[in-house]
Nanobody
Framework: QVQLVESGGGLVQAGGSLRLSCAVS????????MGWFRRAPGKERDFVAA????????MYEDSVKGRFTISADNAKNTIYLQMTSLKPEDAAVYYC????????????????WGQGIAVTVSA
């Protein structure tokens, strides 16, 4: 009944920027935090960033810190991932997720997952 729908993916040149969106639809979502994960073509799914609804507290994987910004728009029930200075290594399928805390999301524990959206970075 609750769905997470990602949008904004696509192709971008290395060094460029892209913004992903994740909209919450259906029943009211009571999870305290949301985040982004990514899975590169031949790799496991990795945590990228998380944000807490109540106070916008954020958490980032070291490899994206300073380049990516996660944010939440409570009025729109939507979170975003603003990606800048993109590198070819950032290319992956990105997944939106909801969980009970940023710490749980960082450990890979989410209650709801989006379908994923592809981000391609050309060198």
């Amino acid at each position: 009944q609750v769905q997470l729908v990602e949008s904004g993916g696509g192709l971008v040149q290395a060094g460029g920027s892209l913004r992903l969106s994740c909209a919450v639809s259906g029943r009211f979502l009571i999870t305290a935090a949301m985040g982004w994960f990514r899975r590169a073509p031949g790799k496991e799914r990795d945590f990228v960033a998380a944000v807490r609804w109540s106070d916008s507290n954020t958490m980032y994987e070291d490899s994206v810190k300073g380049r990516f910004t996660i944010s939440a728009d409570n009025a729109k029930n939507t979170i975003y991932l603003q990606m800048t200075s993109l590198k070819p290594e950032d290319a992956a399928v990105y997944y939106c997720a909801a969980g009970h805390s940023p710490d749980l999301l960082r450990s890979g524990r989410a209650t709801i997952w989006g379908q994923g959206i592809a981000v391609t970075v050309s060198a």
